[in-house]
């Protein structure tokens, strides 16, 4: 059997170069057409493969599928296999897509049926996410925060470097790409006078961030230990934590993020695997001091995924703001599941886990626009000559991701919103 993330691997698919898809990829997500109910499908290249059709002319058989399982609004219960289950399927229709296999390629029928133009299709909320956790396991993101909220010289919370620090979200308002985002109102309270008031934020912010989605359900009382929790763990999705900062730095003390946060996060809507994320693992952050037990891990447990941000004002051009990496997460994947569950809390399939801010250790590598304008006192300039301190009305927010080595790359589409009046 040909290994799926073979980097010399081939679609009969016409993928072009720099494609997000490649048939290294094949990331799941859920979609519908003119003609299409919501099905499960994958990416490949400028198409979507319909996971119905492939099972439904007996290409999947074999694999111990449920009957309809990928005619179904959301990817839970796919998930809810397995990832191994779910890494048969990607391996199978790595297959079929293959340039050297005439399966699919020469059934014009099911060929006709199973393979989508992109643009034919509208894409959904691929999960249904019943829990969400936040996390803030970036050590450049909470030490800018902490400089400018709290005392340079200690910006780390005693807590930060012994335990991934996270606070429970609101699951109800995670929204698919390409959803507007309302500008929320709250109270805040503003520098120059003695009571809170009711308005709009003025200090609408993006988070740049991934997630990872859960495939599993355990049982309460049983923790998931850092050696099997990416057993746990399908894939991930770009997330845009939205953040409203006059209303945070207002309602934080003393319970943390609520209408701040609450109001929308976005996320991509393409699933991609761990497994196809396997061949960009690499080494994170020395960890100093050593962790508790339950926390050390071995191997490498960090990627080395490439981020970026765009602002496009409307009727005007994207301008690049951020330029980051996922390597650079303090805290990885394994340790924020384990340190999650260590108290018995148990997990379901589709479960969010967002890994916090992304940033780097260079002021163009910083996720949010709290730190690449400090708060509001170094503006960023735009293409069209504009600036932003924060977000303002009609602004488009694009988040990008991609992993790429050996002439693969890795991507996971876009994660897009735009700013819309209250």
């Not at 030490?143 to 429970?168: C, E, I, Q």
């Not at 960009?280 to 001091?289: D, N």
């Not at 988040?399 to 693969?408: I, L, N, Q």
Request: aromatic share 10%; hydrophobic share 40%; glycine share 8%.
């Amino acid at each position: 059997m040909t290994d799926p993330n073979d980097p010399k691997l081939k679609s009969w698919v016409e993928v072009a170069p720099g494609s997000d898809f490649p048939i290294q990829n094949l990331p799941f997500g859920i979609f519908r057409t003119r003609y299409l109910a919501p099905v499960a499908g994958v990416a490949i290249g400028n198409h979507v493969v319909d996971l119905v059709c492939l099972h439904e002319h007996g290409y999947l058989d074999g694999l111990g599928l449920q009957p309809g399982v990928f005619n179904q609004r959301y990817l839970n219960s796919f998930f809810a296999m397995g990832r191994k289950k779910v890494g048969a399927v990607r391996t199978r229709v790595s297959e079929l897509l293959r340039h050297d296999n005439d399966e699919l390629r020469a059934n014009g029928p099911a060929r006709e049926i199973a393979l989508i133009p992109i643009e034919e299709v509208k894409m959904l909320l691929p999960l249904d996410i019943r829990n969400y956790t936040d996390f803030y396991s970036s050590e450049e993101h909470a030490t800018n925060v902490g400089s400018m909220f709290r005392d340079p010289k200690n910006a780390l919370l005693p807590n930060w470097k012994h335990l991934p620090v996270g606070y429970h979200g609101r699951a109800s308002s995670i929204v698919v790409s390409g959803t507007d985002i309302h500008r929320p109102n709250g109270q805040i309270k503003p520098p120059d006078q003695e009571a809170p008031v009711f308005s709009p934020t003025r200090k609408l912010d993006f988070e740049l961030e991934l997630a990872f989605v859960t495939c599993t359900d355990t049982v309460l009382g049983k923790p998931v230990s850092v050696r099997e929790a990416e057993d746990h763990i399908v894939g991930l999705v770009i997330f845009n934590d939205w953040s409203a900062r006059d209303i945070q730095q207002w309602e934080y003390v003393p319970l943390g993020p609520f209408l701040a946060k609450n109001f929308a996060s976005t996320i991509s809507p393409w699933v991609v695997t761990l497994d196809a994320l396997e061949p960009f693992r690499t080494a994170g952050p020395v960890q100093i001091p050593p962790v508790l037990p339950y926390l050390a891990f071995e191997g490498k447990r960090n990627f080395d995924i490439q981020l970026e941000v765009q602002i496009q004002p409307q009727g005007s051009v994207e301008t690049t703001v951020c330029r980051t990496n996922f390597k650079h997460m303090y805290w990885n994947m394994a340790q924020q599941l384990a340190h999650h569950t260590v108290n018995g809390c148990n997990i379901e399939t589709g479960d969010l886990y967002a890994s916090g801010t992304i940033s780097g250790p260079a002021p163009g590598s910083y996720g949010s626009l709290l730190e690449l304008t400090w708060n509001g006192q170094k503006p960023v300039p735009l293409a069209d000559g504009s600036e932003r301190k924060f977000l303002e009305d009609g602004d488009t927010v694009i988040m990008k991701a991609h992993a790429e080595r050996d002439g693969v790359r890795i991507g996971f589409g876009e994660c897009v919103g735009k700013i819309v009046k209250g």
